[in-house]
C-alpha cells in the first residue's frame, strides 16, 4: 500500500512538472511573439500608420507584461507578487492613464513622426515665454507648415505690455530694463511678421499675447501634446519634456487649458 501510495505520489509529481514546463514554453513563446511585435512595429509600421502603431504597441506591450507577470506569479506567492507589482509595474499603469508616452531633453522635433505630427497636424498651438529660439531655430518646419490650406496654426506668447509679468519674466532670468518687452516686440515685428508674409492666403495663423505669466511651454497638435517646465531659479538649465498621446487625460487637459488661455489673451492683427 505505501509502495503504491508513493508511486502515485511520483506520478502526480511528474505530471506537475510537465505541466510547469509546458507553462513556461507556452510564457516564452508569447513573450517571443510581443517582441517580434514590437520590434516590426518599431521597424516598418511606425513610419507609414500612427494608429497602426499604437494598436499594435498596445498589444505587443499588454502581451509582454502578461507573459512576465505570468511567469513571476508561478515563483512567489501572492502577498510577494503583490508587492512586486506595486513596487514596479504600478507606474506603467499611471502612464497609460495620463498617455505619457516619453520624456526627452527637448521637444523630440528630430524624429520624424513628430517632425510629421508639426507640419501636418490640421489644428497646432504654441504656447512659451517668447518664442525667439524656438521659432528661429524650427523656422524651416513652421514655414512648410504655414504652406498648407485650410489648416490652423496658434503661437501664444507673452504680452509685452503687461509690466508685472515683463518685470517678473526679466527678474527671473536675470536681465536688466526691457530686455524681455523689447525682444517679444523685435520677435513680431520681424519673425512673426517674416512667417506671415509666407503664410498660404487660406491657412489660417493667428498670434495672441497672453496676459498670464507662463509656467510651461506647451505645444498641441491633433494627436500630441508636449510640454516642458521652467525651472524655479534664474537662468536657463536642462529641463525634462514630456510627451502625451491623445485620448488620454492629459492630453485633454493640456489642450483646454491652452484654449481657454486664448480666451483671455489679446490676438494680434
Same mark, same amino acid.
Given at each position: 500500500t505505501k509502495s503504491k501510495g508513493k508511486i502515485k505520489y511520483l506520478n502526480l509529481r511528474r505530471y506537475a512538472m510537465k505541466n510547469k514546463y509546458k507553462k513556461i514554453i507556452i510564457l516564452l513563446i508569447c513573450e517571443l511573439i510581443s517582441l517580434s511585435i514590437l520590434f516590426f512595429n518599431e521597424s516598418v509600421v511606425k513610419e507609414f500608420s500612427n494608429v497602426i502603431y499604437i494598436l499594435l504597441l498596445? %498589444?505587443?506591450?499588454? /502581451?509582454?507584461? &502578461?507573459?512576465v507577470a505570468a511567469f513571476i506569479s508561478d515563483r512567489f506567492k501572492d502577498n510577494e507578487l503583490c508587492e512586486i507589482a506595486k513596487q514596479n509595474f504600478s507606474v506603467l499603469k499611471y502612464c497609460q492613464e495620463y498617455?505619457?508616452?516619453?520624456i526627452y531633453k527637448d521637444f523630440p522635433l528630430d524624429n520624424e513622426k513628430f517632425k510629421n505630427e508639426f507640419v501636418n497636424s490640421k489644428n497646432f498651438y504654441l504656447v512659451m515665454n517668447d518664442g525667439k529660439n524656438f521659432i528661429s531655430n524650427h523656422k524651416e518646419l513652421l514655414e512648410k507648415r504655414l504652406q498648407l490650406k485650410y489648416h490652423s496654426t496658434h503661437i501664444i506668447i507673452q504680452d509685452y505690455n503687461q509690466v508685472d509679468v515683463m518685470n517678473a519674466l526679466t527678474q527671473k532670468n536675470g536681465h536688466e530694463g526691457e530686455y524681455y518687452k523689447n +525682444? %517679444?516686440?523685435?520677435? %513680431? *515685428?520681424?519673425?512673426?511678421? &517674416? /512667417?506671415? /508674409? +509666407?503664410?498660404?492666403?487660406?491657412? &489660417?495663423?493667428?498670434? !495672441?499675447? *497672453?496676459? *498670464? !505669466? *507662463?509656467?510651461?511651454?506647451? %505645444?498641441?497638435?491633433?494627436?500630441y501634446a508636449m510640454i516642458s517646465i521652467y525651472r524655479v531659479a534664474p537662468g536657463k538649465n536642462q529641463v525634462p519634456h514630456f510627451v502625451f498621446a491623445k485620448g488620454s487625460t492629459e492630453y485633454n487637459y493640456i489642450e483646454q487649458d491652452v484654449k481657454n488661455i486664448i480666451q483671455i489673451s489679446n490676438l494680434v492683427q
Open positions: 498596445t %498589444i505587443g506591450v499588454t /502581451l509582454s507584461t &502578461n507573459s498617455g505619457l508616452t516619453g +525682444k %517679444i516686440k523685435n520677435l %513680431i *515685428n520681424y519673425d512673426i511678421k &517674416n /512667417l506671415k /508674409l +509666407k503664410c498660404n492666403d487660406k491657412h &489660417n495663423f493667428s498670434l !495672441y499675447l *497672453n496676459p *498670464n !505669466y *507662463n509656467t510651461l511651454a506647451i %505645444i498641441v497638435t491633433d494627436n
